[in-house]
């Protein structure tokens, strides 16, 4: 039987302001990504969300990010190496004892918005990431960008990596996402979505922006939790899956 994980950005409502439908999501998908407070989310939140998971026997991992509370981690940072090395293992490390309060453990790590993105093709700021990762607990699995030279780089020194490929997500003939700021990069038709993501299970393969075709070998499949229409995209994506004998279940126990 073939098989995917697939995963969600939680944990990122701050404070008053709602993020998401973290328990709809718990439901639904094999791993949770969830936020460290770099880019979103507050310890009580975080909390919340770690115990539902917990209780939904979820797969937990650390959504580490940029400290870009205001852009939602979403803006470019040259961030210097002691900077970025610390600010990693200190959100793993909040987010372990978090979890352990939760009765759960976090099994990987996904990086974030622009940082993940920069690490995918950026060697330097890739290897703080892999660094940390290193020095904190070297049996985190790092996910990363499917095709992107940083799961080698990762793999190298010793580190297990999961490709990940986006469900909402429209990629470049080159196998890259379509920056945030182009028309047409977040998908919103679920049914578009499902078809997409049923071939890349099946074939390896998604069709580009430009209507090509793009070789995509992933592991897991994010749906980001703050689109519009998430958990609807999510639910019709496990109903699919189910139906064509694919199961739902995370790439770590």
């Known amino acids: 039987m073939m098989k995917m994980d697939l995963n969600s950005d939680l944990g990122e409502s701050f404070g008053a302001w709602s993020m998401g439908d973290d328990a709809a999501m718990l439901d ?27 209780e939904r026997n979820v797969t937990v991992g650390a959504h580490v990010a940029y400290p870009d509370l205001v852009g939602f981690g979403r803006r470019n940072m040259d961030i210097g190496s002691a ?52 020095e904190i607990d070297k049996s ?21 990596v999961v490709a990940e490929a986006f469900a909402d997500r429209a990629y470049t003939p080159g196998g890259e996402l379509v920056s945030r700021t182009l028309p047409g990069a977040v998908l919103h038709d679920e049914s578009e979505i499902t078809e997409r993501m049923v071939k890349l299970v099946r ?19 994010c749906v ?23 199961a739902i279940a995370s790439f770590v126990q």
């Not at 791993?31 to 115990?51: E, M, Q, R, Y």
């Not at 987010?95 to 453990?105: E, K, N, R």
Request: charged content about 20%.
């Open 28 to 54: 639904i998908v094999s791993s949770a990504n969830v936020a460290c407070g770099f880019h979103a989310g507050d310890p009580a939140g975080i909390l919340k969300t770690l115990k539902a998971a917990k």
């Open 83 to 134: 900077d970025l090395i610390a600010s990693v293992i200190y959100q793993i490390g909040a987010l372990q004892g978090l979890a352990q309060a939760a009765g759960t453990s976090v099994k990987y790590v996904k990086p974030h918005g622009a940082l993940y993105n920069k690490i995918a093709q950026d060697k330097r700021q890739a290897g703080d990431v892999i660094k940390a990762l290193l």
């Open 140 to 160: 985190l699995v790092l996910v990363a960008l499917a095709g992107a030279p940083l799961i080698q780089w990762a793999r190298e020194a010793g580190l297990t």
């Open 203 to 221: 074939d390896g393969a998604v069709t580009a922006i430009d209507g090509s075709t793009v070789r995509i070998e992933a592991d897991s499949i």
């Open 224 to 246: 980001h939790g703050d689109s519009p229409g998430a958990v609807s995209i999510a639910l019709n994506l496990r109903e699919r899956f189910t139906r064509d004998g694919i």
